[in-house]
Structures are given as C-alpha cells and as structure tokens.
C-alpha cells in the first residue's frame, strides 16, 4: 500500500527498451508434440489466458479442429472455445468442474499452452495432476517453466502464438488420429452428465440460487456481449456455471484482482469497445468495495 500511494514524478521514471529475441525455430519441438498427441489415446489441450495474449485463439481453435482433440481452458481462458464446441470439455481446478477435471485426471498426454499451471488450475495436491500423463509444457517465461511443480516431462520455451503455428504446420502431416474418437465421446458425455445445470437445486421457496442464475443468464444473453466477473462466487459460480456463446469475451481478475474488480473494469470494456454490451456479475460486498466508480 506505501508503494501504490507513493507520489510519482513520471519524468524521473527509467525506461525499458526490451532486448531484442533472436528468432527461434520451434519446427522440431512442435513436431515432436504433434507427434505425440497423434500416437496418443487420451489426448488434451490444456489451454490458459496466454493464447489469448498471444492472439492466438484462432490457431488454437484450428490445431484443436484438425486434430479433433478435447481443450480444456484455465477460468481465465474460458473464452478460448464457446461451451457449444464440440471439442470444449470443461475447467480444472478446484474451483472448476468435474468434466474438465476428469478430462485432466484420465488424459495420457497433456499439452499446457498459454497456461502458467497455478494451484487454481492444478490444484494443490501437486503430485496428483493428471497423473498418467506425459504432460508437456509451453510457455515464453523462463519463470514459469522453472516453477512448474507437477512433473511436466518437456518444458519448451516459445511464444505460444509461434509454436501454435508450428504445430499447425506439423498436423499437416498427421491429420485426425481416429484413436481419439472413443476419448472424445467419453469427454463429450462427461461434459453431458455432470453439468452444473443438471445438479438439483430447490427453487421453488427462498432466494434465487446463484448457479441457476448463471445458467439462465447464459441463455438469455445474444452472443456478443463481454462479461466480467468479480471476486469470490461471482468469480468461481459464474466460471462453472456460465455457458460461453460463440463471439463473447469473458474477463476475470483471477487471483490478482480484489474485491469491486467488476466496475472499474467494466468502465474499461466500455470505453475500449463502447458498440459492445458489457454484462458484469458482482456480489454486494463487491459492488460497495468500489461503487464509487460509478460517479
């Protein structure tokens, strides 16, 4: 806090000029990597929040398609794939869902792209994460690949945009392996019979269940809206229970922002694509943390 109130003169600030990266050729770990998920039975694309930085969410999307092989996404990539897709199974994490933390625990190959793997993702029995997996790991920050803890067999430093298009270009050669196809109907079946809307709720008498909530807000917005949520069950309810539609982007703060992230991030949404509704799902607490925002 004496950081975050320490006055600033912006003119005594020093600048960074980034070292320039000498270009890397990614040909030989992506083939390999594509080759794996080929030969693999029980694939999957763990993807995070970096796809999205990288803009690479097409190339994503793409390989995932060519491939036919299940994504699970990280709550702050849950706009990678809209929940309709075919090939979307779910979220991992303890504030996930069961579809993508079965996913996770059954999968024989794990690919982790644009995710830096933290306990939210893992969860904190570090040992137990995905457990028969040759699990492999693709991220550009040293940081992050050293601090893997749930015993990833390859760490490969790239941007994730670049190795996405390498691994494109590796598929062209494989194509879809039809020893996916029973793995991706189990996926797609869990993905059916433990959705959060299917779990009873008693909504006859008392207050409005929340996880009902977010399942009939997922059906009534059109589809091109950006959504935020803010901390605590507006975060993990929403992450669970709200059904991503094609053409929408969804914003949370993760574990960095605090309480009353919605509003002032929702100014920002609005002021940066002001032709775009901006839906945001805060708690009381929340709303009063930051209702000065809205003067």
Not at 109 to 114: E, T
Request: negative net charge.
């Amino acid at each position: 806090l004496d950081v975050q109130g320490s006055p600033v003169d912006p003119d005594a600030l020093e600048g960074f000029t980034p070292h320039a990266t000498p270009e890397a050729d990614f040909a030989a770990d992506a083939a390999d990597v594509v080759s794996r998920l080929a030969s693999a039975r029980r694939p999957l694309l763990l993807a995070g929040y970096g796809v999205r930085c990288a803009g690479a969410v097409a190339e994503l999307r793409e390989f995932a398609e060519r491939m036919q092989i299940p994504v699970a996404t990280t709550q702050l990539g849950k706009d990678v794939l809209p929940y309709a897709h075919p090939l979307f199974t779910g979220h991992p994490g303890p504030k996930g869902d069961r579809p993508g933390n079965f996913a996770v625990q059954n999968a024989d190959v794990v690919v982790s792209i644009g995710c830096s793997l933290h306990t939210l993702t893992t969860g904190f029995e570090l040992d137990g994460f995905a457990p028969k997996a040759h699990k492999i790991l693709v991220d550009p920050d040293p940081a992050v690949l050293q601090r893997e803890c749930v015993g990833c067999a390859q760490r490969i430093r790239a941007d994730v945009g670049e190795f996405l298009k390498a691994m494109l270009a590796a598929s062209g050669l494989q194509g879809p392996a039809s020893a996916h196809d029973g793995w991706r109907a189990r996926c797609s079946e869990w993905k059916t019979r433990y959705a959060v809307n299917r779990e009873q709720h008693n909504l006859a008498e008392g207050p409005v269940n929340f996880y009902e909530f977010a399942d009939v807000l997922s059906d009534v917005l059109s589809g091109n809206e950006t959504i935020i949520t803010d901390a605590g069950s507006a975060y993990y309810v929403m992450g669970q229970a709200f059904k991503l539609k094609e053409g929408q982007r969804y914003i949370v703060s993760g574990s960095l922002g605090s309480m009353g992230f919605t509003l002032p991030a929702g100014l920002g949404a609005c002021a940066a694509e002001p032709e775009r509704t901006v839906v945001g799902v805060t708690g009381d607490g929340s709303l009063q943390s930051n209702i000065q925002e809205l003067e």
